[in-house]
């Protein structure tokens, strides 16, 4: 089966600029999750949806906000972009993602900001 | 913050098991242990998960301590594709999960 696409691969941006980043999770799956990952920071986590709704949200500044449509597909976006959001998104999805379930992550949308 | 510890990086000889520790003094009794793998510039990939009791897939085993504080990932025959960081993560909520800086496993030949 397919499994998590995210769109584009690869973006640059420029500074003051905002970006629109999609994942599309395993046909099925309800709930999607949003990571950012830099060298300095690590995988940190900025919000999960379930069923269109935001559940849990991570300590990320208002830039950055997302939504989830009814067919569980996902976008997330940063507006007045700024040096410091370059980094790797990533985008995970899980059937219920509740305790006893496991997330697949897609491979991520490289975004550079000049 | 994370809620475990982690060794910064091991090294582990090809086709031997590699055993991979994990502390996680403050567990607390819903919490489930997460491992995830992630290989240069490519998404994390889900291993292995467990609340009380040992675990085994296809992938890897899973060995909790009888107090839950600790855990060992067991990868059995350990490949050179196997190289990769390797996350330990406590929590009790899959859609928010706390990566900590992870284990660097290098199976050398």
């Known amino acids: 089966k397919a499994g998590v696409t995210q769109t584009p691969r690869y973006l640059i941006k420029t500074r003051g600029q905002q970006v629109t980043l999609s994942c599309s999770p395993i046909?099925?799956?309800?709930?999607v999750s949003w990571y950012q990952q830099t060298p300095g920071q690590g995988l940190q986590f900025l919000f999960e949806y379930f069923s269109e709704t935001q559940r849990n949200k991570g300590n990320f500044p208002g830039r950055f906000s997302g939504r989830q449509f009814s067919n569980s597909r996902s976008e997330m976006n940063v507006s007045t972009l700024e040096l410091g959001d370059s980094a790797l998104y990533l985008c995970?999805?899980?059937?219920?993602?509740?305790?006893?379930?496991?997330?697949?992550f897609g491979s991520g949308t490289r975004l550079t900001v000049v | 913050d994370a809620k475990t510890t982690q060794p910064p990086s091991m090294d582990c000889a090809e086709g031997r098991a590699a055993n991979l520790p994990c502390n996680h003094s403050?567990?607390?009794?819903?919490?489930?242990v997460y491992w995830y793998r992630q290989i240069h510039s490519q998404g994390p990939q889900y291993i292995i998960h467990g609340l009380k009791n040992n675990e085994t897939n296809e992938m890897a085993s899973l060995i909790i301590t009888e107090d839950r504080k600790s855990s060992t990932l067991i990868l059995p025959h350990a490949t050179l594709r196997d190289t990769a960081v390797y996350y330990c993560?406590?929590?009790?909520?899959?859609?928010?999960?706390?990566f900590g800086q992870g284990t660097t496993l290098q199976v050398k030949p």
């Open positions: 993560i406590v929590g009790s909520n899959t859609g928010k999960l706390i």
């Open positions: 995970a999805s899980s059937l219920q993602g509740g305790p006893n379930y496991g997330y697949t």
């Open positions: 046909s099925g799956h309800r709930s």
């Open positions: 403050t567990i607390s009794g819903n919490e489930y």
